[in-house]
């Protein structure tokens, strides 16, 4: 089996995974070692860099971040005046979303955001490239449950124009199942899943059932605060303490503030690990240099405000899915943001079950869709990225004489086999799934034990093959009605 990919693109950061022929996934690293990359991408006329680890003040002006956002076509208005005001790049939503890259004594630059969605796409597929020498990719890509076919197409266009081949693009909250194997077992599990995924500028919860190795989302609930609140919160409590120090106030300097976000990014990543950081601002205002340090406590404490606003999506995703904390199996934590302890211990607080969180929270939705990729090409399925497939979606029971059978939830073609005894010459069958109703009957020449095959098709129908093992005879028969 061939090297497939499976791709996660966020406002904030990118990840890509590979399944391997020994059947693993691996999450691989950018050129600077990261294995996780982030969707920043600074534009001039000399250069399209993607995923910088820093960007100077001078060039803030022409990097564009929260790109994904804007690829969404069902975007309301006031979000998208939220995104023009919080960008550094101008926005432009006359004829279509563009950005305005300005640079001195330079023609303006006009970019689309599918057109910087393909330069991420690019980045990755270069990864991808030389991680296993072959030019020819194929993926699987991750994508929100909110978004539309139309978005999910340009989704794949922008990806195809970076050199992907994209088998499927699967939603976010069924990957993060599949990057911890929920569903594969021997024994088929029944459960209540809850995924949190907790990004840079939003937070989602979904609940998804799991019944016979199949996923449901039963609701999905998105809130527009990320990440981002946190680095601002603890951005806020730099400028204070130099100000209090220094007698200066940093708010007024474009330049300060920005230097002191950029600190602020690197302590929260800094202290997801470790108990305390120290930095250093060169210049933090007026020509004054600042040396900060910040414990864990100290940071905890400037989060406690935010967590009742990252935790509303768990409460509103189980009200929708009229269900309880307790009825929750298992829980999975996405998005780079829960590296943060306290966050993922506020987390999983609300339940008294297993929280997965061995896969890196930011590697958990592109080894998901690695493991989808995996399948897809082994299987030998091939699927349009949005094609839906026919699913049974409740049970059909059926009565053969007196033997009861029930077909359970499955894709269509779903098939069961068994045996029966025929005492009789006539086997009355018949099928039930809710208020449908079907019925038929085999003539049968020599009673005697019959081997019966069962197949429901996407047309509606149930197909009923019945050998006789005594006689060798084949009767075939059908139940005509529309199942769901």
Same mark, same amino acid.
């Given at each position: 089996?061939?090297?497939?990919?499976?791709?996660?693109?966020?406002?904030?950061?990118?990840?890509?995974?590979?399944?391997?022929?020994?059947?693993?996934?691996?999450?691989?690293?950018?050129?600077?070692?990261?294995? =996780?990359?982030?969707?920043? *991408?600074?534009?001039?006329?000399?250069?399209?860099? =993607?995923?910088?680890?820093?960007?100077?003040?001078?060039? !803030?002006?022409?990097?564009?971040?929260? %790109?994904?956002?804007?690829?969404?076509?069902?975007?309301?208005?006031?979000?998208?005046?939220?995104?023009?005001?919080?960008?550094?790049?101008?926005?432009?939503?006359?004829?279509?979303?563009?950005?305005?890259?300005?640079?001195?004594?330079?023609?303006?630059?006009?970019?689309?955001?599918?057109?910087?969605?393909?330069?991420?796409?690019?980045?990755?597929? %270069?990864?991808?490239?030389?991680?296993?020498?072959?030019?020819?990719?194929?993926?699987? $890509?991750?994508?929100?449950?909110?978004?539309? @076919? @139309?978005?999910?197409?340009?989704?794949?266009?922008?990806?195809?124009?970076?050199?992907?081949?994209?088998?499927?693009?699967?939603?976010?909250?069924?990957?993060?199942?599949?990057?911890?194997?929920?569903?594969?077992?021997? =024994?088929?599990?029944?459960?209540?899943?809850?995924?949190?995924?907790?990004?840079?500028?939003?937070?989602?919860?979904?609940?998804?059932? *799991?019944?016979?190795?199949?996923?449901?989302?039963?609701?999905?609930?998105?809130?527009?605060?990320?990440?981002?609140?946190?680095?601002?919160?603890?951005?806020?409590?730099?400028?204070?303490?130099?100000?209090?120090?220094?007698?200066?106030?940093?708010? /007024?300097?474009?330049?300060?503030?920005?230097?002191?976000?950029?600190?602020?990014?690197?302590? &929260?990543?800094?202290?997801?690990?470790?108990?305390?950081?120290?930095?250093?601002?060169?210049?933090?205002?007026?020509?004054?240099?600042?040396?900060?340090?910040?414990?864990?406590?100290?940071?905890?404490?400037?989060?406690?405000?935010?967590?009742?606003?990252?935790?509303?999506?768990?409460?509103?995703?189980?009200?929708?899915?009229?269900?309880?904390?307790?009825?929750?199996?298992?829980? $999975?934590?996405?998005?780079?943001?829960?590296?943060?302890?306290?966050?993922?211990?506020?987390?999983?607080?609300?339940?008294?079950?297993?929280?997965?969180?061995?896969?890196?929270?930011?590697?958990?939705?592109?080894?998901? !869709?690695?493991?989808?990729?995996?399948? *897809?090409? %082994?299987?030998?399925?091939?699927?349009?990225?949005?094609?839906?497939?026919?699913?049974?979606?409740?049970?059909?029971?059926?009565?053969?004489?007196?033997? /009861?059978?029930?077909?359970?939830? %499955?894709?269509?073609?779903?098939?069961?086999?068994?045996? $029966?005894?025929? @005492?009789?010459?006539?086997?009355?069958?018949?099928?039930?799934?809710?208020?449908? /109703?079907?019925?038929?009957?085999?003539?049968?020449?020599?009673?005697?034990?019959?081997?019966?095959?069962?197949?429901?098709?996407?047309?509606?129908?149930?197909?009923? /093959?019945? &050998?006789?093992?005594?006689?060798?005879?084949?009767?075939?028969?059908? $139940?005509?009605?529309? *199942? @769901?």
């Amino acid at each position: 089996m061939a090297n497939t990919f499976g791709l996660y693109v966020g406002n904030s950061t990118a990840s890509i995974a590979i399944f391997k022929e020994e059947r693993k996934v691996e999450v691989l690293a950018n050129e600077a070692g990261d294995r =996780v990359t982030p969707t920043v *991408v600074t534009l001039s006329h000399e250069e399209k860099v =993607v995923g910088p680890t820093s960007v100077s003040f001078s060039k !803030a002006f022409c990097t564009v971040t929260n %790109n994904k956002k804007l690829l969404d076509t069902t975007l309301k208005l006031e979000d998208l005046e939220q995104c023009i005001e919080q960008s550094s790049v101008p926005i432009s939503k006359e004829n279509g979303i563009t950005y305005t890259i300005s640079e001195t004594d330079q023609k303006p630059l006009l970019y689309t955001p599918v057109q910087v969605a393909v330069l991420i796409f690019k980045k990755l597929y %270069n990864i991808g490239v030389g991680a296993c020498g072959e030019k020819s990719l194929s993926c699987v $890509i991750c994508a929100p449950h909110s978004w539309n @076919d @139309d978005t999910k197409v340009i989704l794949q266009e922008a990806a195809e124009e970076a050199g992907w081949k994209v088998l499927q693009i699967i939603n976010e909250a069924p990957a993060a199942l599949l990057a911890y194997h929920i569903g594969f077992e021997k =024994v088929p599990q029944e459960m209540n899943v809850l995924v949190y995924r907790l990004g840079g500028i939003s937070c989602e919860a979904s609940v998804i059932k *799991v019944e016979s190795g199949f996923y449901s989302i039963l609701s999905s609930f998105e809130s527009q605060t990320g990440g981002q609140a946190m680095v601002t919160a603890l951005r806020d409590h730099l400028v204070e303490e130099f100000a209090r120090k220094y007698y200066l106030d940093p708010t /007024e300097s474009r330049k300060s503030m920005w230097k002191f976000r950029v600190a602020a990014q690197s302590m &929260l990543h800094t202290l997801s690990t470790v108990p305390m950081c120290s930095r250093f601002i060169e210049s933090a205002c007026e020509g004054v240099d600042f040396n900060v340090s910040v414990s864990v406590a100290r940071l905890n404490s400037l989060l406690s405000p935010l967590l009742p606003v990252f935790s509303q999506p768990i409460h509103k995703a189980l009200e929708a899915a009229n269900l309880q904390a307790s009825d929750i199996s298992k829980i $999975i934590l996405c998005g780079g943001c829960l590296k943060i302890p306290k966050i993922r211990s506020h987390v999983s607080s609300f339940f008294d079950c297993e929280a997965l969180c061995s896969i890196p929270p930011d590697e958990v939705l592109a080894c998901g !869709a690695a493991e989808q990729a995996g399948l *897809v090409c %082994n299987l030998g399925i091939s699927l349009k990225s949005s094609e839906k497939i026919p699913f049974l979606s409740s049970p059909i029971t059926m009565k053969l004489n007196n033997e /009861e059978i029930i077909l359970e939830k %499955n894709v269509i073609p779903s098939f069961k086999q068994l045996n $029966i005894q025929a @005492d009789e010459e006539v086997v009355n069958i018949s099928a039930n799934q809710g208020s449908l /109703e079907g019925k038929t009957k085999l003539d049968i020449d020599v009673p005697s034990e019959l081997k019966v095959n069962l197949k429901v098709t996407s047309q509606g129908e149930i197909l009923i /093959e019945a &050998l006789n093992k005594t006689s060798k005879e084949s009767i075939k028969g059908f $139940i005509d009605f529309h *199942v @769901d």
